[in-house]
């Protein structure tokens, strides 16, 4: 028998809000395909390291003002992320 569930993946779904409870559960310990980086997160996809950038470096995600800013835009124009105030070297 093949169950659809039509409208799931819809956000305000009790299902789907649901699963995005647990996504971090799901995802700990799993690595992401980057590809060409278009459909990877730069700071919260577990892409490079064991965990998400956000999470090696929380003091510059806070910062950050491209917190949604994906791995192909930060190839292409690495400039491009910017931060609410000066990184000092110390």
């Avoid at 809000?17 to 997160?41: A, C, E, F, N, P």
């Amino acid at each position: 028998m093949l169950i659809r569930a039509t409208g799931v993946n819809q956000p305000g779904h009790p299902i789907w809000s649901d699963l995005l409870k647990i996504k971090d559960i799901y995802l700990q310990g799993r690595k992401i395909i980057t590809r060409d980086g278009k459909k990877t997160l730069f700071w919260k996809d577990t892409w490079l390291h064991d965990k998400p950038l956000c999470l090696i470096f929380p003091d510059l995600f806070k910062i950050c003002e491209q917190p949604d800013v994906t791995v192909h835009h930060m190839k292409l124009e690495p400039q491009m992320i910017t931060f609410t105030r000066w990184l000092v070297d110390v």
